[in-house]
């Protein structure tokens, strides 16, 4: 199948449209200033804009004062919301998992007769390289190696509480069990659950705008809950939280891999580490992502995914064939049978001894993808038109959910067999950002694969800010698919200048506290987006 793009709101077949009388961009400023122009929502983008850019000058005058402020307020939010976001996460997996089964699955978004935009390898591609590439370049090695830590160090109680981050109960001294149950609550965080997260937001998004023929923002999957509300205040309110949340999940994301990419280039070229080398790289990637902007989405977003995807497999077929192969071909059946059963432990919200990993770890990771959901939700919905809601969610959920489990098992694995096999413990020792390059350097041709592995952070890096800005343009131009470019380069600028702020004042806990409040709002929205998402399929034709 040729990769195509018809009119996305010209439905082809049977549908069941919303009757509104509100047309997309009727509340739009439109601006014309020689080849220039803007065509914006006037509350939702005047708003979040202002609101973003006095976040970024306040941050960067305060930067020694706010750096406890952002500290502060992680710890709380995680401290005390773990149980609500744990919880959050099951809900997403019984909804996605109840509409693929269920009758509902038949509906196909774009209408009865809707052929899909894109190939699979294309569609594929860009689920993957959209939803989460730097975190996976960042976490590969460090997550399994931490839990496989500390599960060996077994639990340690003081006052009545424990102290150790193992998860669950720990495998105290086996290498084996400590093995597993560390791949296990690594394979939990980026397996099922945050792509249902991803899929639920991703399906209404599609739904709404493809079937019903309303505008493509988040506003729209809440029509049957608020009715023609949806277009005052109560929608201008969601639209401004899914932009905020967007911006500063993305900005986690890049502080995640200017770190990483600095550390690489201080192993490399000896390039000096601190702020000011993440902070120019930051200005240099989002000057790139600017060129990948005015592009365009087929041009510039689906060409850096599939190139993303070609070096991302080559890097790991390297590590495949260059490291304990056996081990990391049986370990990803392995783990896959550990994650099945340690997943109803790992996933209770209830009545955890494990604090420190449900609270520091999944708590986190939980708001994070959250707050990532509006983002990556929106552009999945883009590029999905014409597959059935079945094919959508066993799609989204499975297929990126397996290749995680390969990527992490790959890079896991090899780093956790080089702890116990080899006595190898350089990259147990070494910083987060430098761990995949520590694992990396044990084995052959290290400096061309921790190169690669540089350029991998860099295109991931390029393409999150690319879509990102796309994304939020959409949703602050009242869902005009197809706004001026100048307000793209205006969002892809401000996601930079949001990393730039959150480095210089704290650092990765700043990125984290950021993304973690942002995504405890949207978490409500996403929440009571599933029951609008239930009650706007349950009315659509459903073909044999």
């Known amino acids: ?37 803007l065509d914006i929502h006037n509350r939702v983008f005047a708003i979040s804009g202002l609101m973003v850019v006095a976040f970024v000058v306040l941050t960067l005058a305060f930067q020694n004062q706010i750096e406890p402020l952002f500290s502060g307020l992680r710890h709380w939010l995680t401290a005390n919301l773990d149980g609500f976001f744990i919880a959050a996460g099951n809900v997403f997996i019984l909804v996605c998992v109840g509409l693929a089964v269920s009758p509902l699955g038949r509906v196909r978004l774009g209408g009865t007769e809707a052929t899909p935009d894109y190939s699979y390898l294309g569609w594929f591609s860009m689920l993957f390289a959209a939803g989460m590439g730097i975190g996976l370049m960042f976490f590969g090695v460090s997550e399994p190696l931490s839990h496989f830590g500390s599960a060996m160090g077994g639990t340690t109680v003081e006052n009545g509480v424990r102290t150790d981050w193992a998860p669950l109960g720990g495998a105290a001294g086996d290498a084996e069990a400590a093995t597993r149950l560390g791949m296990a609550a ?13 899929a639920t937001i991703a399906l209404g998004l599609a739904l709404f705008s493809f079937n019903k023929g309303l505008p493509l923002t988040i506003r729209s999957v809440f029509y049957p809950l608020l009715g023609e509300r949806v277009w005052g205040w109560p929608g201008h309110c969601i639209d401004i939280l899914a932009v905020l949340a967007t911006l500063f999940g993305l900005a986690t994301s890049l502080g995640y891999g200017a770190s990483q990419a600095s550390s690489g280039l201080n192993y490399l070229f000896d390039v000096p580490l601190g702020t000011t080398t993440q902070v120019l790289l ?16 087929d041009a510039g977003v689906k060409r850096l995914s599939e190139i993303n995807m070609a070096l991302a497999l080559l890097l790991m077929l390297f590590v495949i064939a260059v490291g304990p192969t056996l081990d990391i071909l049986g370990g990803f059946f392995s783990n896959l049978g550990a994650y099945v059963q340690y997943l109803p432990a790992l996933s209770n919200p209830v009545g955890r001894e494990d604090l420190n990993y449900s609270q520091g770890w999944t708590a986190f990771y939980w708001a994070w993808w959250i707050s990532w959901s509006p983002f990556v939700g929106m552009f999945i919905a883009r590029v999905s038109r014409g597959r059935t809601v079945r094919e959508f969610i066993i799609s989204v959920l499975i297929i990126p959910s397996l290749a995680c489990v390969l990527w992490m098992t790959v890079f896991g694995e090899t780093a956790i067999g080089q702890v116990v096999r080899d006595g190898y413990d350089a990259a147990v020792k070494a910083e987060l950002p430098l761990q995949l390059f520590a694992m990396l350097d044990a084995l052959p041709l290290a400096q061309v694969t921790s190169f690669i592995a540089i350029v991998l952070v860099v295109v991931f890096f390029v393409t999150s800010s690319d879509s990102g800005s796309l994304v939020i343009d959409v949703i602050s131009a009242g869902g005009k698919v197809d706004a001026p470019v100048p307000q793209r380069v205006f969002w892809a600028v401000f996601q930079g200048l949001v990393a730039i ?23 409500l929205v996403l929440l009571m987006s599933s029951v609008a998402v239930i009650k706007g399929l349950a009315s659509e034709p459903r073909p044999r």
């Open 1 to 37: 199948m040729s990769d195509r793009k018809p009119d996305p709101m010209v439905p082809d077949g049977a549908v069941n449209p919303i009757n509104t009388d509100y047309k997309v961009g009727q509340d739009n400023i439109v601006v014309k200033v020689g080849p220039l122009g």
């Open 186 to 198: 690594t394979i939990y965080h980026w397996a099922l659950h945050p792509w249902a997260m991803y």
């Open 282 to 297: 930051v200005l240099g990637i989002t000057a790139v992502a600017l060129a990948s902007v005015v592009a365009g989405l």
């Open 501 to 523: 702020a959150l480095i210089l004042g704290g650092g990765l806990v700043a990125l984290q506290a950021m993304a973690v409040s942002t995504g405890l709002p949207f978490a």
